[in-house]
């Protein structure tokens, strides 16, 4: 974010939101800003630069942010990071990453939500159920940091003896004409 004082410019500056939701500033010292809106961000700035300055007008403005997003990983076609607009559920999550590969257990897709700093909750969805028309109900709304994991099933895990074998391959392999 960037903190300009109206009468010391000497004090601007642009100072990066730490994980702690503190930010550090010469005119105000270190300032608790994390999930604060920009006009608290400024009475809160103001606040404790009037410890130093008389009647410091501040304005702060965001330069950057870091954009709600959630993570799908294992077998969908095209794994990643997504942003997250809106309310989205569990089954628009994955179709977002190209939907699932052939080697995905689509009765265990698990969801894993942080809950605190040490713990998250970790669900197993069949999406299979999910997905049919009653299950649509009962899709899960994604929130910000979730990941979403999709898990093998044994035919993948097999996949690649199985390409050989689909090949002709095996007998060649095998020394049997």
Do not use: C, W
């Given at each position: 974010m960037?903190?300009?004082?109206r009468?010391t410019?000497?004090f601007?500056?642009?100072a ?5 939701g503190f ?6 010292g270190?300032v ?9 961000a400024?009475?809160a ?7 130093r300055?008389?009647?410091p007008e501040v304005t702060?403005l965001?330069k950057d942010f870091v954009?709600?997003?959630f993570?799908?990983?294992g077998?969908?076609?095209?794994p990643?990071?997504f942003?997250l607009h809106?309310n ?5 999550a994955?179709?977002?990453s190209g939907?699932?590969?052939?080697s995905?257990?689509?009765?265990k897709v ?5 809950v605190s700093?040490?713990?998250a909750?970790v669900?197993?969805?069949d999406?299979?159920k999910?997905?049919?028309p009653?299950?649509i ?6 929130q910000?940091?979730d ?6 099933n ?6 690649p003896?199985l390409r050989i074998?689909s ?5 060649l ?5």
């Amino acid at each position: 974010m960037e903190v300009r004082f109206r009468y010391t410019p000497e004090f601007n500056a642009v100072a990066t939101v730490q994980p702690d939701g503190f930010i550090s500033l010469q005119a105000a010292g270190d300032v608790h800003v994390g999930g604060l809106t920009l006009p608290e961000a400024e009475a809160a700035i103001t606040k404790q630069a009037s410890a130093r300055l008389k009647a410091p007008e501040v304005t702060v403005l965001l330069k950057d942010f870091v954009k709600p997003h959630f993570v799908v990983a294992g077998e969908v076609s095209h794994p990643g990071t997504f942003e997250l607009h809106g309310n989205m559920g569990l089954i628009q999550a994955i179709a977002m990453s190209g939907g699932f590969r052939d080697s995905a257990k689509r009765t265990k897709v698990v969801l894993v939500r942080r809950v605190s700093a040490e713990y998250a909750r970790v669900n197993v969805y069949d999406m299979r159920k999910l997905m049919q028309p009653g299950g649509i109900q009962e899709d899960v709304t994604i929130q910000a940091n979730d990941m979403i994991v999709v898990p093998r099933n044994r035919l993948g895990k097999l996949e690649p003896y199985l390409r050989i074998s689909s090949l002709g391959l095996y007998g060649l392999t095998m020394g049997i004409p």
